[in-house]
Structure formats: C-alpha cells, structure tokens
C-alpha cells in the first residue's frame, strides 16, 4: 500500500508473549527515524485480562522518555486511556499500528494428502502467514486414521488448513481427509461461540465434496489450490485467507483485542482507516524478503523469543523465502525445552568455568516459571547465552530441514545441477552462499556486549566463506513490517538507519585439519591504514577493527582441503564489510565444526576464544 | 510509571474469590443459582462424544466403493452392537458368503460412497466437573456451567503438578526454612495438604505417595528430583495433568528456597482447615499458576469481588527477589532512578535500590522483584 503523505509521529507496537514493545517514529530533517522505545509486561493474562493495559503502559513509556529527551512535558500520545489520533498536527500521533504473537500466536494445524509434497506445502503457507504449526496430518502420515481423529480433536487450533491433490488429480484422498476432520468435530481454541475455521486449498475438482462434507461443521472457506501442480506452488491466496481469518477470529477472541484491533489507524489516502493488526512473524517475513530482493542477496534471520524461535531465509536466485518456527525453543517460556532438546553436555560445552549441574537445571526452571528475569550475574549471563546457542542451533538444524526443494516434482536439471548431484527435496540453505546473517530477539538483540552476539551466532550457525553479520538493534522489524502497510517509505527508512547494526563480517574456511596446521593465509588492509598479515593456523579466531560503513581490502588464501567459497585452497580478494564489532576470522572449521569432549582440553579453548572476542570481561576468562 | 516488573503473587488471608466452573462441552448444569455447594459436589454434566474409529468397509469386502451400498446394511445413525452385520455379499448359490462385523458397540456415524469408509462412533463418555470449592452459585451459564463464589484465605502458587484435590491443612515444617525429614510423615498425613518448608525432596514426596497425601505445598522443588518424580523432564510450563496420586504446589521456586515467611504464617494459622488446591500451571497463552484456596465462612452480602488491578511500585514499597543473587529475599524500595544502569551482567536495565530484611543495601533490575500485596 502506497502512501505519500508526511507522517510526523507514529507509534508502533509489537504485543509479545511476554513483552510489549512500543517504538516511536518521527519525521525530522527530511526523513524518518526511530527515536525513542519502551516496553512493559504484555497484560493478556489474569488479573488484568486485557492487551490494551500493557499496550497504554508501554506507550506511556514511551511518552515519559519523549519528554525527557525533548524536554518538553506536553507531550502527549495517550488520552482517555487510548492512544491519542488526534488529527491535528503537533498533537498525539498521526498513526498506530501493531503486531501481534501474544497469546500464543496463531495456532494452526494443516492436512494434506501426501506428507512431503502437498502436506509440506500446507505448512510452508501456513509458517509464512506467520502461524505455529501444531501437527500436520496427512493421508500418508502412518498414522491410524483413529489416532489421526482424536489428534484433531484434542488440539483445538485456532484455524485448519486443508490441502492436497493437483488440480484436476484424484479426489478420493482429500475427501478422506475431509472425512476424518469433520468426524473430529474440531473445536476453537479461544471461545466456544463461533465455528472453527478451515480453509480449503486443495485440489479445486474436490470442493464440492469437501463442502459437502465440512460446510455444516466448520466455517469453511475455499481458496485456490496452494499446489496446483506437483512443479508449482501457489501460496498467496492461502496465506491472505489466514490472514483475514486471523484478524476477524483468532484476534477478536484474544482478551482486548477487539479494543485494540479499534485503535490501529493510520491515514490512507487522506482519510484515517484501521490498520489491520499482524501476525509478528508475518511482518517480519515482509520485511527479510523486501531486503533480500532490494539488495539482491540471500538472507538468513532469526528471531529467538522467549517461548519459541523464528527462522527466517531466503535462498537461491528465485528468491525462495521459507519460515520456520521451533515452537518449543525459547529463552524463557521454553528454556527448559532447550534443556530437554539439547541435553546438559551440550549446554556445558559452551561454558567456560566449572558449575554444578544441579544449580544449572533449576536455575534454567526459575527461569521458566518468572520469564521476565534478567541475569545480573555475569555468570548467569555467560549461561543464558550458552543456552541460546543450544536454542538456535536446533532451530536452524530443522529450518535446513524444512526449507527444501519441492518435492515429487520432475523438473528439467541443468549440467551443474546434475554435478552436484542436488536432488528434489535437498535443503536449498547454503551457508557458503549466504550473504548476510540477522540476528534478533532479546538475547541476541539486547546482549551487553555486541562481541556476544557476534559469537553466539558464528557457534550457533557456522557461517561458510565470507558473510555480513547484523542484529535488529531493539527488534523492530515486526513493527517495520506492519509499518510498510501505511508507508513504505518510513519502514524502509528506519530499516536502513535505525533497525539494522552491522556487526561486522566472518570470514570461515570450510573443511577440517589438525589444529596447529595452516588453514588460512590473510591480508588485510584495515580502514585505520594498518595492514593484516598472518598465516593463521586452524583453530584459532582473530577480531580485526573495522567499522560501520568502512571496508576492507582483503587476499584470503585456504589451505589445500579448505574452501571459503572459490574452491579447495582457492584464494579469493575481496572487500569485507566492517561493523560495531569488526572482522572475525574464524579457522575453527566448518563441516565440521568440532569442539574437544573433555573439560580439560575444551575450557583453555573457549576461553583463548572469548577473550579475543572480546566477549566478556577479563575476570571470568583468568 | 511504566510497570516493568512483574506483578506479584497473591498472597491473602481474605479475598473473594470466584471461580467458573465450565464443562468441556454443553451439558446439564445440577444446581441453581444460590445453591451452596461443597468443594466435591457435582454441579455440572454432561457426555462427551465417543471415539470415531473409521472402518473402510469397500476394503473389507473388496468391491470397489461405488458399488458398497449393495452390500450394506446399515444406515447413518444405527445403533450397533459388537458383532452387528455390517454388510454381507451375496455369495455363490447362497454359499461362500461373507459377512462383515462391527468391531465396536455404538452408532453409525456416516457411511462414505466415495471413500468406502465408515465412520462408527464409540458410546458416549460420561464427564462431570466439581465445584471444587466450598461456596454458593453466583451464576449459572445455561448448559455450560457455573460460577462460584466464596470468601477465603488464598495463595498463588509459582508452579506446580497433579490436578485438583481437596484435604485439611497439616504443617509438617516447624519453620519456612525446614528442609523437612521424610520421616516427619506418616500414617496422620493421609488425606491430608501438608506445608513443608524449604523444599519437598524426592524422599518426602515419595513417602507422601506412599501415605496417601493429598497434596504437599512446599517452597523449593529440586528439577533433578521432579525429573525422577515424573520420568521426564518438564519442557515447557504446562502442567496439572500429571496423574503421580497427589499434588504439589510450589511457592517460590526450583531449588532450595525459603517458603515466603507470610505464606507459611497463612498456613500454619489455617491449619486444621479444608483447603482446595491444585498444580495447573500454565506460563505462556493465558497464564494459570496454582491455587491454594481456604474457604472462609462468609455471609453473602460480603461477597463483592473487587477489580483486579496492578500493583505500583513506589519508594516504600515492600518486593521479593525473584531471580539471583538474593533470590527468594525480602526488601523495601528506597529508590527508584529513571537512568538505565549497568548491572554486573553489563546489561543496562532499569534498576531500583532496596534494602532488604538483613539490612543490605542493594541494586536490583526491575524485572528481577515482584511487587508483595500489603
């Protein structure tokens, strides 16, 4: 939606599960900025019942910290306990608009008739809506049909989504399916007043049947088929359909949403319209992709939240955007999940000092059951981030999984393909063509030190050959993506000003060796004048300064059997990007990345490592 | 003052309290508004479907599905028996004929020509809820349910496991910070909610099972024993569905910690009293943490529920320690600056200064007290 006209003051929200985070944009010297946040506690539990009370507090907030930074008291953005579009210039704010993961998110459960093809396709639509995916039940599945209607049953979703068959194909196994959900009689997570809704994107010559079917039961909506052809997938129609129903069911069930849902506006064409309020992970895919095809780049983000973590990518020429969601893998709500996926030995391995196991587990549960803690030891801290190391490096291992190539399709394959014996169904996340690495979320975006979030994720996702490093400095790219609704232009500024803080970039030899060999010859021409020379030997890091917006001039040579992206031991000149943090070299190697098992031997490692990261300070690295 | 901390615990010697009590599906509500009901008394009913177990009859009888109904017979909505024909294909000369059985007792659902399959339904599943609570019917929403309402001392637990139940108070710890000898129960404690201090190990909540214990509130719990308890460990907060013959209502934490100092006096001046609690924890998506209910005696005119509101905090305002180090203690607010400040972690947060119960003056993030009702 385009939008010329001027906004001088807009608030944005993002209700979280735990945290609802508000973002000031003004208009000043000729473009947008964000210029101040805040937050406060989401309120969609009991006592208070009601998202509206965290939204006005972390708003008010944001009006307190807008005084003190204009010294100005009469600003105001709130009044009769609304949030204040007055329409008048100089006075509230011209436009409101706001995400949504509170309450859960959007929980959807997704059918289709062949697990690995349409089923699949279901739940890449439904992820990119922005949705939980809770099970995704197909014909194929091995699953009794029994235990698949009890399954449907018990988990009452906010919403289905039915897929299956290609057009024109056979119908027998969708009207199965249909069969076994209407027999579930499935029923609404979030009130028992309205019908449950289910979308139809399946093969179009069954409709009849499945209205037949579902009609009666279910609010059903037909939208066109999201697999048309086994070579095709066609994910709009279905994406938008759960959008709506998203707005018009799942939110207007949600305690004060239907208050909120009134308050989001924005002028559009000169007249003030309701914004409609989006999924978070929604708007945040909106915005990762708008970067990759502006910059013609690949991308891979993350959001690691505190009850779930988001993956984000796009990939290959095409552009092909996948979004994964690890349900259970958070830093808080779902810590103790990343306890039970990682197991302690992992967690440890990260952990430069000697703790005592039991203290580790119940600290990781006192974290659970009062999510909204912050570590004030450094010790604690050092833990934390162990931990969402573990978090992300899980969720990243099924976001390779999922984003794959279609499957069952028969395509025409070119010489190179054939060479390099991909086949329908591989994973299309390539770290050695990954262009630029995101990082978000509290623990990456709110760490003390920016040389943390650099670690976390180099050991988390191993990057390959050379990429750029960033972290949403406070994570506004959901409000950014909802932003884009009523100006572009503003989302697309305060994304290049504001949301994104370069890092830097690492550079990584793929391949492995014995420590102590030479893996990578390097020289640098550092911005300040100095030049990098070293024969560095695997197993090691370096941290070179090189700044936001500067460059260096870099010859980087592997060893024989290594590769950072020109071939085995082919070197490469280049320019790498600088950022807060700098230029890492990291010889550790890559597939595969290996860690020694016993303490005595890990420990010193870790801690040569951190210290020339600069990771922590001094006294927990002696 | 934006509200960056967490609200605290209820903790109250009187509160009125209200409770819904809704069936998992329409049904019968047993009692009408005014009625006062005991915590074990039915108030509401109903039946919940029986399970579908789809049969593709085309399959059994190898014919392909257009042609079934010449076989079949039966109808939607026939009432079955284990053993009632289905279908039966002719045979030859009326020999070799095959017949086919319902493998359940209930009804027939729906019969598919295009799949062939059969939907049968299993009978209907009984289902009935409590009231849980000792108090008098507010409100009846029709063939839903009801809402309860009663006067009583009440504390929110942290966390906890195992569902409702209901039994008098016993207070086994002589302290708040008693980590307690499992011989301290025996056969007395049966039927009982008893309040240990500290923490309940794995020894004392197994000689608990074994003594038919009703429920145990305990300060601490210790993850390593819960695992050992349950066989699993806990991924994420949702809890209350453990079936382990009692349940626990944690009040502070993981690991050994002092049960709050008002918690226990609570306890202990109530003991002897019929609480109801329960382990229903829920920390993501409409939060539900335990519940230990005391019901009061009570004339109905008191029973006036009052509106939830947040608590501030403010100078003077008395917080717990939610997180280390000092977790668990006690403190009053002295001041409270607007700067963000560096903590130890170097994280930069919004801070307030305390001093706590032993005198020790300290610096807090906001997000690390919870705010004690006075």
């Not at chain 2, 509200?3 to 409770?19: C, E, F, H, M, W």
Request: with cysteine; hydrophobic share 40%.
């Amino acid at each position: 939606m385009g939008n010329t006209q001027i906004l001088k003051r807009i608030i944005a929200t993002d209700c979280g599960s735990t945290t609802t985070k508000s973002i000031l944009i003004e208009y000043m010297g000729g473009e947008y900025r964000q210029t101040v946040r805040g937050e406060a506690p989401t309120t969609v539990e009991k006592p208070l019942n009601d998202v509206t009370k965290g939204v006005i507090n972390a708003v008010t907030e944001l009006e307190e910290l807008a005084r003190i930074k204009y010294q100005d008291d009469s600003i105001k953005f709130t009044k009769d306990g609304e949030i204040w579009l007055s329409g008048k210039e100089g006075e509230g704010v011209d436009a409101y608009v706001s995400t949504s993961s509170a309450g859960g998110g959007l929980q959807m459960m997704v059918t289709g008739v062949v697990a690995k093809m349409t089923g699949e396709s279901a739940e890449r639509a439904a992820l990119g809506a922005g949705a939980i995916v809770m099970d995704l039940i197909a014909s194929n599945d091995k699953r009794p049909n029994h235990e698949k209607i009890e399954r449907i049953r018990h988990l009452r979703p906010d919403m289905i989504l039915m897929a299956g068959g290609v057009d024109g194909g056979t119908t027998k196994h969708v009207a199965e399916m249909a069969e076994l959900v209407g027999a579930a009689d499935p029923k609404p997570r979030l009130g028992s007043s309205y019908k449950l809704p289910v979308i139809y994107a399946g093969n179009d010559k069954a409709r009849d049947i499945i209205k037949d079917t579902l009609a009666d039961k279910t609010d059903l909506i037909i939208t066109e088929n999201l697999r048309p052809t086994l070579e095709r997938e066609n994910l709009g129609p279905a994406r938008d359909k759960i959008h709506d129903l998203f707005m018009e069911h799942v939110m207007a069930q949600a305690p004060g949403y239907n208050k909120l849902m009134s308050w989001t506006k924005g002028p559009i064409d000169g007249k003030l319209e309701n914004i409609p309020i989006m999924p978070t992970p929604a708007a945040v895919g909106n915005i990762m992709q708008t970067i990759a095809k502006v910059n013609n780049i690949e991308v891979l983000g993350v959001d690691i939240g505190g009850a779930t973590t988001d993956v984000f990518s796009v990939f290959t020429e095409d552009k092909v955007f996948n979004r994964t969601v690890s349900a259970n893998l958070g830093m808080s709500y779902s810590i103790s999940n990343v306890l039970a996926t990682a197991g302690i030995e992992n967690i440890l391995r990260w952990v430069p000092f000697d703790i005592d196991r039991a203290g580790l587990r119940n600290m990781i549960k006192n974290k659970m059951i009062r999510p909204t803690t912050i570590p004030q030891q450094l010790e604690e801290l050092v833990l934390e981030q162990a931990i969402a190391k573990e978090a992300l490096r899980y969720a990243f291992i099924q976001h390779k999984e999922f984003a794959v190539s279609l499957k069952g399709g028969q395509r025409q394959r070119e010489i190179s393909e054939a060479f390099s014996q991909s086949t329908s169904g591989d994973t299309i996340v390539n770290m050695m063509t990954l262009n630029l690495l995101v990082g978000s979320g509290g623990v990456l975006s709110h760490a003390p030190r920016r040389h943390q979030s650099v670690m976390m994720m180099i050991d988390a996702f191993l990057p390959e050959g050379i990429t750029r490093l960033a972290v949403d400095s406070i994570f506004m790219m959901p409000q950014l993506g909802v932003l884009a609704e009523i100006s572009e232009q503003a989302a697309t500024e305060v994304f290049e000003k504001d949301c994104l803080i370069y890092l830097g970039s690492c550079v990584a030899p793929v391949g492995k060796m014995k420590p102590g060999k030479l893996s990578l010859s390097a020289r640098i021409e550092l911005p300040n004048g100095e030049v990098f020379e070293e024969d560095i030997p695997f197993g090691e890091m370096r941290l070179l300064p090189c700044g936001v917006g500067e460059t260096a001039k870099a010859t980087l040579k592997p060893a024989r059997g290594l590769d950072i992206g020109a071939g085995n031991g082919t070197e490469i000149v280049t320019e790498l990007h600088g950022g807060v943090v700098g230029i890492v070299l990291d010889t550790r190697g890559r597939q595969p990345f290996v860690m020694p098992v016993e303490a005595a031997e890990r420990v010193p490692l870790l801690k040569k490592w951190m210290k020339v990261l600069n990771a922590y300070p001094a006294e927990i690295l002696s | 003052m934006a509200q960056a901390y967490s609200p605290g615990l209820t903790v109250t010697d009187n509160i009125v309290l209200r409770k819904e009590r809704i069936l998992p599906l329409k049904g019968k509500v047993l009692v009408k508004k005014g009625d006062k009901v005991k915590a074990d008394d039915l108030v509401a009913e109903t039946l919940l479907p029986g399970k579908v177990v789809p049969f593709n009859l085309a399959n059994k009888l190898g014919v392909d599905s257009k042609f079934m109904k010449d076989y079949i017979k039966i109808q939607e909505g026939d009432v079955l028996e284990k053993g009632t024909v289905l279908a039966e294909t002719k045979g030859f000369l009326g020999m070799f004929k095959s017949t086919i059985k319902s493998p359940i007792a209930g009804e027939v659902e729906s019969i598919s020509n295009l799949t062939g399959q059969l939907l049968l339904r299993e009978p209907k599943i009984p289902v009935s809820v409590k009231a849980f609570i000792d108090g008098v019917i507010v409100d009846v929403i029709e063939n839903e349910g009801v809402v309860i309402e009663n006067k009583s001392a009440y504390v929110q637990g942290i966390f906890g496991i195992g569902g409702e139940t209901n039994g008098d108070i016993k207070v086994i710890a002589s302290s708040p910070s008693e980590s307690i000898d499992p011989k301290k129960i025996d056969q007395t404690c049966e039927g009982k909610v008893i309040v240990c201090g500290a923490i309940a190990s794995l020894a004392v909540i197994k000689k608990a099972q074994q003594m038919k214990v009703a429920g145990i509130i305990t300060g601490g719990i210790d993850d390593q024993d819960l695992k050992d308890l349950l066989g699993y460990d806990i991924g994420v907060a949702i809890t209350g569905h453990e079936e382990i013959g009692l349940t626990i209502v944690v009040t502070e934490g993981f690991g050994e910690i002092n049960m709050a100092q008002k918690t226990y006096e609570l306890l202990k001046h109530f003991e002897g009293k019929k609480a109801s609690i329960h382990g229903f924890t829920q920390i993501r998506a409409g939060v539900m943490r335990p519940e230990i209910i005391i019901p009061l005696p009570f004339d109905e005119k008191e029973l006036k529920v009052e509106e939830p509101k947040m608590s501030e905090l403010l100078i003077g305002t008395n917080i717990r320690v939610i997180r280390q180090p000092n977790f668990g203690k006690i403190g009053k607010v002295t001041a409270l600056p607007e700067q963000l400040t560096k903590v130890e972690s170097e994280t930069l947060v919004r801070i307030l200064e305390a001093e706590l119960e032993d005198g020790q003056k300290v610096i807090l993030p906001r997000a690390n007290v919870e705010v004690i009702e006075n």
